[in-house]
């Protein structure tokens, strides 16, 4: 089965995935969508499989109060590298903004 451009696109769009993961999917289930998207989950779920048993040392904490109770967010990343980035730390304020509404 020859994969075209356009279907690694819809299934990327589908998913998520990486160009080439997405291409690897679709050349093991002979072109067939919905079996890829069944084969990248499959290989999702491996790979945090995997990650599973690594330590996250790394990443931050959040406490505040409010008149309507109390809030702990604990964050934590596998490298010291994530944890700084810009999009992890405004994750923290953000929940806190979720939980006050």
Do not use: W
């Not at 080439?20 to 779920?45: F, P, S």
């Amino acid at each position: 089965m020859n994969v075209t451009a356009d279907m690694v696109k819809e299934l990327r769009e589908k998913t998520g995935a990486g160009m080439m993961d997405c291409k690897k999917a679709l050349v093991e289930t002979g072109g067939d969508l919905q079996k890829a998207v069944d084969y990248l989950r499959t290989k999702g779920i491996a790979k945090a499989a995997a990650k599973a048993g690594r330590a996250t040392e790394q990443g931050l904490i959040e406490a505040y109060a409010t008149g309507r109770g109390r809030v702990v967010i604990r964050g934590k990343v596998h490298q010291e590298t994530v944890s700084g980035r810009e999009s992890i730390v405004m994750t923290s304020p953000f929940l806190r903004k979720m939980r006050e509404a």
